[in-house]
């Protein structure tokens, strides 16, 4: 499927690091001091003071021995809320206060222990737990938040210094980049052999941060190969998951196309290409739009100008209704779309009269 057809297209298109652009930078100040009205309400009104405290080991020997991750999980949201928005709040001011602000909190989640969930295994597996950390979603969005906020803010925290990059890049090889190439276990399949509905939304996240971080064009090639496999077979087992799975699955999918399709300058097209229709499939299959992922949908309905998933995002927003998700959701990558899209999105979901 996607491996044999993508494979060879992909090796000749993936795009160097220092072209790969996904969203606008700090640096391009004409898009960031026009943003519309409607986000920069929901941004600024966020607010602005941060707990920096590290996980503590208590805690986190509590989490291993209960099972009970709800403390941790509470921790991880408030310090990756933080840190995306004050990384945009950084953007959209450009001045050394709010810049400053930005990297005390990806600092301070840089400095915790782990950035995957505790699992309750036994003592002997707890020590390699800690040290061969799982790419699981905690991690991988965790990851994500920070490589987006590294990539905004990157040109102001080199003229900080030019360490700061390489704290950066450190802890997204260790945490996210070598687990994905060393760990060679089942640590993403069930015992079924399936592999888990995170796994594509998972895959985004490493993907982006080898692109990002990686020269080595044969271990970029590698690492999309690998991925592809992956969603191969859950695509081929795809009527194996639940409906709740399915939309998961989706909403995974749509993110990790849309990198590749930005990695490659547009030669990745899975939107408009085969199986652009598994997509669509997996939408419509259980017919249950209002429990599924709206920026989602959206992301779908601007690639492929699907007529039918349009219809169902209109139903339930507005345009200004979809840029006030900027507010709520908890990836950088997916609000940086919505920002960047804001006029396409305007457009496409006009306001209906009240």
Wanted: contains cysteine.
């Amino acid at each position: 499927m996607l491996t044999n057809k993508y494979s060879k297209r992909i090796y000749n298109s993936i795009l160097p690091v220092e072209l790969i652009n996904p969203y606008p930078a700090i640096d391009d100040r004409i898009f960031w001091e026009n943003l519309n009205n409607i986000i920069l309400r929901v941004i600024e009104v966020k607010p602005t003071a941060h707990d920096l405290k590290p996980l503590k080991g208590t805690v986190l020997l509590d989490a291993f021995q209960t099972g009970d991750t709800s403390v941790i999980e509470t921790l991880f949201k408030e310090k990756n809320d933080a840190l995306i928005f004050t990384s945009l709040l950084g953007c959209i001011n450009d001045k050394s206060e709010y810049i400053i602000e930005a990297l005390d909190m990806a600092w301070s989640v840089m400095d915790m222990a782990l950035w995957h969930l505790p699992s309750t295994k036994t003592s002997s597996s707890k020590e390699e737990y800690i040290y061969r950390p799982v790419i699981d979603e905690s991690a991988a969005n965790t990851a994500g938040n920070v490589l987006y906020s590294y990539y905004l803010l990157k040109s102001r925290y080199d003229s900080f210094d030019i360490n700061i990059g390489k704290r950066f890049e450190f802890e997204i090889r260790n945490r996210i980049i070598q687990p994905f190439f060393d760990r060679s276990d089942d640590w993403m399949q069930r015992s079924n052999g399936n592999y888990m509905p995170c796994v594509p939304g998972i895959l985004s996240n490493v993907l982006i941060g080898i692109l990002l971080f990686e020269a080595d064009y044969i271990k970029k090639h590698d690492a999309v190969r690998q991925s592809l496999v992956i969603i191969d077979s859950i695509l081929e087992n795809a009527d194996t998951y639940n409906a709740a799975e399915r939309r998961e699955l989706y909403n995974g999918l749509i993110t990790f196309f849309d990198c590749l399709y930005m990695a490659t300058g547009s030669a990745f097209d899975v939107f408009n290409d085969f199986p652009g229709h598994v997509l669509s499939d997996l939408a419509s299959q259980d017919n249950d739009y209002s429990s599924m992922d709206s920026i989602s949908l959206l992301r779908h309905v601007l690639y492929t100008d699907d007529p039918y998933i349009a219809q169902q995002v209109y139903k339930d927003y507005t345009g200004e209704q979809l840029l006030q998700l900027c507010g709520s959701d908890t990836s950088l990558e997916r609000i940086l779309f919505l920002i960047d899209n804001s006029d396409l999105i305007l457009n496409k979901f006009y306001l209906k009269e009240s």
